[in-house]
Every structure is written in C-alpha cells, then in structure tokens.
C-alpha cells in the first residue's frame, strides 16, 4: 500500500497525550471544541491525583518559575508548523558531499523542522543569544494569529516577512517576553541533545539568573553542569564595580551519562623539539638556542587558557613544568632511596611515601624527567611538558574577548569592522574539545558570524577528526550609513553594509568560506589537509511545498477540484522536494546526495539507498524496474506524476515482485 507522507512537523502534544493515555488511560476524558467537535483531553486534576501519594489540593502556590506568556510558549513549542527548507545550493560549499548545515530563517522554526531528523542525535548545544540589555532584537510572533495581528502586535517586520522586534526596558514585558522568546526555544533544543549531551549558553548579568530558572525548569536542576565565568575584558573606567565578565551556563541531558571528568583532547602547546644537531654545541650556543625558542613558544601560547605561568623551563623535549607529582598526596605510598647524582645520598622522601613504584620512577629518571634539588635535602621534581598537558574545564576562564575582532579582521581585511562583538574562536575550541568526540555534531542556533563553524573546521584540522555543525541564524538586515548616521535595519554595523553584505548571515556564509579556504592553506603540511571538509549545505526556510489544502482538505470546494490536481506550489523544485521529503522521514540533511539520469528523468539517491526519490511531472514508467533494482529502503514520488490509478497500481506490483522490502511514499 502506497504511504502519503504528512509534510509537517511533528504534533508533540498528541504524542504526548498519547504516552500519558498509555500509563493513565483513567485520565483521559472527552470535551468538544469550538467547533461541535468532540475530542480528547487530559482531567489535569486527576492527572495530579495520579501522581501523588497524599490528597491534592488546589493550591496555586509552589516554587517554580513563571512570567506572562509562559504557557502560551509551552504552547507554541509543542504545536506543529508547515514549514519546510528549501537548498540553496548557489551559496553552499561541496552540496553533495558536505556533512555540514548552514540555515537561514528564525531559529524557532529551524528547531521545530530539525525536531524529527535530529531528535537525540546533538552531542553539544552552543548558542550566544540576546543578553536583553534593552538594545537586542528577538524574535517574537503571534502564533497561528492573521497578519495584521502578527505585525500591528509586533510593530517591525523586514523585507523578507522576519518578525522582529527591539525589547528595551521601557517594554512593560522586558523580561518576559526574552524569557518566553527562549523557553520555546530551549524546549526544542532539548529534546535534540544525545543523552550525554550538553548545551552551553553565553549570557551577562542581565538576565544569568532568569536563564538558570528556566533552564532548572526545562533541563532538570540535577542535571545543572556548571557556570562558567569568563573574564573578557578590563573595565579601565568603572563606576561602581568593573565588569568585566560574562558567564557560560552549561546544563546536561542527563548528567548521570556524562564522562565522570572532562579533559581536553586537545594539546594545548605545540610541540617544541629542538633540531639542534649532532654536532657538539657549546654549552652557551644551546642555551640561547633554548631561550629563543622559549620565547618563541610564549608567544604562540599566551592566550591559551591554561596555566602558562608554571612552564619556566624548556629542554630538548620542550617546555614543562617542574611539579612535585612524584610523591603520595594521599595515602602511604611506595618506599625506596632516589639518590642524588652529585651527592650520591638519598633525597629527602616524601611524608607519604612515593606515588609511582620504583621501576617507574627508574624509567623517568632514565629519561631525564626528574628534577633534582641542589643537594639531597629537597624534594625531588617531575618534568610536565607542555605538549602532553590535558586541560580540565575550569568555572573561571581568562580570555581577551577582543581576539574575536582581531580574527574576523584577518579574514576580513578589506573592512574596519565587519560585525560586533563576534565570540573569539579560542573559547569556542575549548568548550567543543571537552566534550565532542569523531564524529560529534555540534548545533548553534543563534550563529552571528559563524565563529562556531570556524573553530569546527581549525579542530578538525588539528587532530584529524569529524565532528559537525549545524549553524542557525536569522538574516537580520546590517546597518546602512548615510552622511555618518546610522540607520539600523537590525543588525551589527555599517561596514558591513557597505562591504556589501546585507545580512548577518551573508557575513556567516562568507566568513565560513574564508575560514575554510584558510585553514586547508595554512596546514598544507599536514597529512589528509585536502581532506578536511571544509563545506556546507545552505537552507532556507519558507512555507511549504504543498498547497493548504494538503493540509486542510475541508477548505477544497467543488470547483476548485481540477485545480488542485497537483498538490505541489507552482515554482517549487525537484530539489526542494527532496528536502523537505528528507525531513519528513526523519533522515538528517548532511546524507550524501546523488543524481542520476534515467529514462529522461532526474533521481535522486541518498546514502547509497536509504532513499531514492523522483519528482518529475512525467515519469517514465521505465525507471520504475531500475529504481527497484536497487533495492531501496524508501522510495518516493509525487502523486500527481502517475496519470491515472492504473499507473500506481503497476508501481506497487513491480516493487513487490522486485524490491518488495521498499517502502513506497507519495506527496
């Protein structure tokens, strides 16, 4: 039996109506809406009862979290939309090939359309998102409201229709409305992580205390990771106390399936191995050898967020440390003499006792990775080189924010400042190198100027793996200067506009490609560097590709019959079909994609057979015997490509007879 796919985002309240009729069918009772028409409902009271050992009462009063509009949030981000994406294949990077996402619409929507295809399959959430200073744009809409509501309530629209508006601090519902604008988003989010997945959340002062309440109230307090406080700036001119901080919130999808500690993957130091030679030096020449490369190594390394300070000292191997990790700092250790090489008695034990056996301790002292003091009286040292140091995720960062300026511009030089207060990709590093493994994805949906893929691409690069991304941003108009005036469209600043960039996510995409294009340059020593994918599948969101009446039926009369005899929009293409199919079956946009020629008509295949698709208007009934050759697990086509049910009920026998595993779908 041919499927018809529903070509929208998925209805959260009736599954979860549907779970919760499971374990308390009791619960569920019948009522009529609007309308006359009955339908089912959950007695809330009952529901209540259900869940409580003692006698429930009606009391209003309990510690959570609540403002105006709560519900209606909880609302909107439980109720399903049409929208869809469409490719944009003119502004992407190897489309075909690429497992990377770039997606241009409101961030809500791209949530609610990503919500089947990457439903737990996130390992790490970062977004920067309004700080609600009373100068931000949010998003807000009216939701399932007319047009003229949608805009006379939120006063601003853009060119493109994007409902936007500038919540200041005169708005009576200052903190509301940024607290609903991200409830319904994190919602989503949420339901996107991996059980061991975790989000990450920029934010200042303003509004750090809200984000935790409504993160405790989605994400659970037990699964609260930390917050992060980063020291960014130097306030040289305070009034009261000087700012100079922000915070990152980190909660967890289950923090009972996290690693027990995280480490950085990365090496925090690049390696310093001196090629000195084999010819005896004297002892002065290896010195200044040594101090020139120290003082080369600092200067790479001084913005790492690590203890620079304890690695004074650099030999042939490199820069390390001097740390008395030798001895037991708990319990009794191991007992034995560690001579002095120019006493010749034994150096003084530790308290405790040694923390390595003897024959490790011989294998470092063989290796010249132990410290001695100037005579037996002082506790022996260990050498911790710098290029073997795995950093752990520390609740205070020190960090110039102003290197994010400093990066754009060398990717962006023929501009002064092509967008404000950008995040620095060092920070980004840090956070993503902590927790995301091969072939982990990463999902930003409030992007900026991409600074999240960027660092994506420099990980990659770095240790070979595979991880990721999705970006998300809304394309918010740039500033226009006119005769030294502002005149904001939304957005970040003038030289933008007159770079020629329109959008936030024009400066995104670009930024990406020079990002990508740069590394591959600066790392052609490295093995595998023409490897690295470097690319990305660009989106957009619109309405979608089915007329209404795919939706709502009961708005067809009689006479607009033969209208309607495709339910396909005029203007829509084979490839923004593909898509939003791709979407409704669950299947994630970053599958390899094929196009083949057969009979005359254009197919698609994706993932070698995961799913084949043909969405010409004639097909030749030809192709149906090759597609069925190839054993796919879906196949697709438009219902309005077969002339008439003769047509269809030969496509069902032939898969039967040839491929009868395929589940065959129409639109």
């Known amino acids: 039996m041919i499927e018809k796919l529903k070509m929208q985002t998925p209805n959260i309240t009736e599954q979860n109506m549907e779970q919760i009729a499971k374990l308390f069918p009791n619960v569920m009772t019948e009522t009529q809406d609007e309308n006359g028409k009955v339908q089912k409902v959950i007695d809330f009271d009952l529901l209540k009862q259900s869940l409580s050992s003692v006698l429930v009462d009606d009391a209003d009063e309990r510690y959570r979290l609540d403002w105006p509009g709560k519900k209606a949030a909880l609302l909107k981000a439980n109720t399903p939309i049409t929208k869809t994406l469409r490719p944009c294949r003119e502004d992407s990077v190897n489309f075909d090939s690429t497992e990377n996402v770039y997606i241009e619409g409101d961030n809500f929507e791209v949530l609610k359309i990503l919500q089947e ?79 061991d997945g975790v989000i990450f959340i920029s934010i200042d002062d303003n509004e750090v205390h809200n984000l935790r309440g409504i993160c405790d109230d989605i994400f659970g307090e037990e699964n609260f990771v930390g917050k992060v406080i980063w020291k960014n700036v130097t306030d040289n001119n305070p009034t009261n106390i000087a700012i100079e901080h922000e915070y990152i919130v980190a909660y967890a999808k289950s923090r009972s399936s996290l690693e027990p500690v995280w480490k950085s993957t990365l090496s925090k130091a ?81 308290l405790m006792g040694y923390r390595f056996p003897k024959d490790t301790i011989n294998k470092m002292i063989d ?105 998300a941003q809304l394309p918010e108009e740039t500033f226009e200067v006119t005769d030294g005036k502002e005149f904001p469209k939304s957005g970040t600043a003038g030289e933008a506009y007159k770079a020629g960039y329109k959008t936030i996510a024009e400066i995104g995409k670009e930024r990406i490609r020079r990002a990508g294009n740069k590394i591959v340059a600066d790392n052609q020593d490295k093995d595998g560097i023409n490897k690295l994918d470097i690319g990305f599948r660009v989106y957009k969101t619109d309405s979608s590709n089915m007329k209404e009446v795919h939706y709502h039926p009961e708005q067809l009369k009689q006479d607009d019959l033969f ?105």
């Open 117 to 195: 295809s990457y439903l737990g399959k996130i390992k790490m959430i970062y977004i920067d998102p309004p700080y609600n200073t009373g100068k931000d744009f949010i998003y807000k809409d009216k939701f399932m409201a007319n047009k003229a509501d949608y805009e006379e309530e939120l006063g601003v629209t853009d060119n493109e229709d994007n409902k936007l508006f500038k919540n200041t601090d005169t708005n009576g519902r200052f903190h509301s409305d940024w607290l609903s604008m991200m409830y319904e988003r994190l919602i989503i989010a949420r339901d996107l992580l991996k059980e």
């Open 563 to 667: 209208k309607v005899v495709d339910n396909t929009k005029d203007g829509r293409t084979p490839d923004d079909f593909l898509t939003q199919v791709i979407l409704d079956l669950g299947l994630e946009l970053n599958l390899p994609i094929e196009q083949k020629d057969m009979h005359g008509n254009k197919v698609f295949i994706v993932q070698t057979n995961a799913l084949v698709a043909c969405f010409d208007d004639n097909i030749n009934v030809k192709i149906i015997d090759e597609i069925a050759q190839l054993k796919p697990f879906k196949v697709v086509f438009k219902d309005a490509s077969f002339a008439d049910s003769k047509d269809r009920i030969n496509l069902e026998e032939r898969f039967k007879r040839l491929s009868p595993e395929t589940l065959i779908t129409v639109i």
């Open 270 to 350: 690049k390696d310093i191995l001196l090629n000195i030679g084999n010819e005896l030096i004297g002892k002065y020449e290896e010195q200044e050898t040594l101090q020139r490369e120290y003082s080369k190594w600092f200067r790479e390394n001084k913005n790492q967020l690590w203890p620079l300070e304890n690695y004074k000292f650099i030999d042939r191997q490199g820069v390390y440390s001097g740390e008395r990790g030798v001895h037991n700092p708990g319990k009794e250790g191991y007992r034995y003499d560690i001579i002095h090489p120019t006493t010749g008695k034994p150096c003084k034990e530790p």
């Open 367 to 471: 290796e010249g990775r132990i410290i001695y003091g100037e005579d037996e009286n002082k506790l022996v040292e260990i050498k911790v080189y710098a290029k073997d140091y795995k950093q752990k995720l520390s609740s205070v960062m020190s960090l110039d924010g102003r290197t994010g300026t400093n990066e754009l511009k060398d990717l962006f030089p023929e501009t002064k400042k092509i967008f404000t207060n950008p995040k620095t990709i060092k920070l980004l590093e840090e956070l993503v190198s902590f927790v995301c493994n091969k072939n982990d994805i990463i999902l930003d949906f409030f992007s900026g100027s991409g600074s999240m893929a960027h660092s994506v691409f420099k990980l990659n690069a770095e240790d070979g793996r595979q991880r990721q991304f999705i970006m």
